[in-house]
């Protein structure tokens, strides 16, 4: 497609419950980055691929949280029995090159 | 201490004002520097994106690395209302295929 596609665009959720995000890359692009931005705050790292290569998980902030990619294209964060905390807008950037190009991202609210 | 700091604002400016956005970082690692600009609800867009120190100029947009100081700055000319957003920095040590360190965002409001 022409942009990063990511889905749902919203989401509320119960605390406890799991869930699902995804992410559909620009073609092409052989990176794919998750981040979370929480409200007023800038954007933390959370995982990244490259290609084939081992994913960089070290952004990852508990072991309720994990990411798959298949190949070089779509990509799923889950997080399992989701916290209050978890509550922030998830954003999927790719790149081929030189900087980064997102989503609009996902906002989750765990209520 | 965080690795990227910035002013969250916000900065109000009236329409045609000259904005100046900064950043300072702790890393001396760093080499490749980035702007993005977030309206809301919206992923960042990359405005910027300099190669070491130095300036590099876009239209009404130039930003400039100093290195020996660890600080960087996004000038904005003849403001806009339509520049009103959230203006991100960003950082790497390493080119291309890297997770980027964030500032925390400066909110910007360009009134009429």
């Known amino acids: 497609g022409a942009g990063v596609s990511q889905s749902p665009s919203n989401k509320v959720t119960e605390k406890g419950k799991d869930v699902e995000l995804r992410c559909d890359p620009i073609s092409g692009h052989t990176a794919l980055y998750w981040y979370r931005q929480r409200l007023g705050q800038g954007l933390e790292f959370l995982i990244y691929?490259?290609?084939?290569?081992?994913?960089?998980k070290s952004g990852l902030p508990s072991d309720r949280f994990s990411a798959e990619r298949t190949g070089e294209s779509v990509s799923t964060l889950t997080i399992q029995r989701t916290q209050q905390e978890d509550s922030a807008v998830y954003l999927c950037a790719s790149s081929l090159a030189a900087g980064y190009t997102f989503g609009s991202g996902t906002r989750l609210t765990v209520v | 201490q965080k690795e990227v700091e910035q002013d969250p604002g916000p900065l109000s400016v009236p329409e045609g004002a000259i904005v100046s956005l900064n950043c300072t970082y702790s890393?001396?690692?760093?080499?490749?520097f980035m702007w993005y600009r977030q309206y809301s609800r919206k992923g960042p867009e990359l405005l910027m994106y300099t190669y070491s120190s130095g300036n590099k100029e876009d239209g009404r947009f130039t930003a400039q690395v100093d290195k020996s100081s660890k600080y960087i700055s996004l000038f904005i000319r003849d403001s806009q209302p339509s520049d009103s957003a959230t203006y991100l920095c960003?950082?790497?040590?390493?080119?291309?295929?890297?997770?980027?360190?964030f500032g925390a965002g400066t909110r910007l409001a360009v009134h009429p």
């Open positions: 890393n001396s690692a760093f080499q490749y």
């Open positions: 960003a950082m790497s040590a390493i080119d291309g295929y890297n997770k980027l360190i």
């Open positions: 691929f490259q290609g084939n290569s081992a994913p960089d």
